[in-house]
């Protein structure tokens, strides 16, 4: 939302390349920043918190690259990320409850075998937001990086796909350690609470069915709004 303010203004003020260079510059320094802290992460809110600046830079990258596909790349991935960072937050928070902490050391690995549903649905939501096919952030990540490469910004697309490549080997790992790693130590008395199906539960199943549906669905209404917020910020129209 902030890169849509910034691109307008700018671009009526300063012109089309300068906003749209100042996007792509910033776009790639919150993705950069995020990965190292995504990297060492101790933390399972921080690693979630550190996410969401990744792609709030994704999102800007894309209006930066500019033409309609960089635009409308980076507004679907707007959609996408609002409809799966739900089920990531619901489903770490039911960890982080269950074991009263966040902190990964104190959660130990091997969440899978204490809280199944809590562990499966925060893997389904890594898979997603780590743009990981078939789920709907591939795909917008897939448009960015197409209009970034057939355009004039190869070279900053090349440094954007790897960094892409990095923060997807980072968060896998640091979710699987948690999710499949060694079981807590014996001598260890914080034993956390059972899961068990409650509200929250239930809407984070919820929430993951809408954003699994997303990636094969959307409706006719919203995808209409997107290209036409696609056409605003592009300034087709």
């Not at 906003?19 to 792509?24: R, W």
């Amino acid at each position: 939302m902030e890169a849509r303010r910034v691109s307008l203004i700018s671009k009526a003020a300063l012109g089309a390349d300068f906003s749209g260079d100042l996007l792509l510059i910033l776009g790639l320094l919150s993705v950069l920043i995020a990965m190292p802290f995504i990297l060492i992460q101790w933390n399972l809110k921080r690693l979630l918190a550190y996410s969401s600046i990744e792609h709030v830079g994704i999102m800007a990258v894309g209006i930066g690259i500019g033409g309609e596909a960089g635009v409308l790349g980076a507004l679907l991935h707007m959609t996408y990320h609002s409809l799966a960072k739900p089920v990531a937050f619901f489903s770490a928070g039911t960890l982080a409850q269950l074991h009263s902490s966040s902190d990964f050391k104190r959660m130990q690995g091997g969440t899978f075998n204490r809280a199944p549903v809590a562990s499966a649905l925060f893997v389904i939501a890594a898979l997603m937001i780590t743009g990981s096919p078939p789920f709907g952030l591939f795909f917008s990540e897939m448009t960015i990086l197409r209009a970034g490469f057939l355009g004039s910004h190869a070279t900053a697309t090349s440094i954007f796909l790897a960094a892409l490549v990095v923060l997807f080997c980072g968060f896998a790992f640091q979710v699987g350690r948690l999710v499949l790693g060694p079981p807590r130590h014996q001598a260890d008395r914080r034993v956390p609470v059972p899961e068990r199906f409650d509200l929250g539960m239930g809407a984070a199943i919820l929430a993951a069915i809408l954003a699994i549906v997303s990636a094969f669905y959307l409706p006719g209404p919203l995808v209409a709004l997107i290209r036409a917020a696609t056409q605003v910020v592009w300034g087709g129209a």
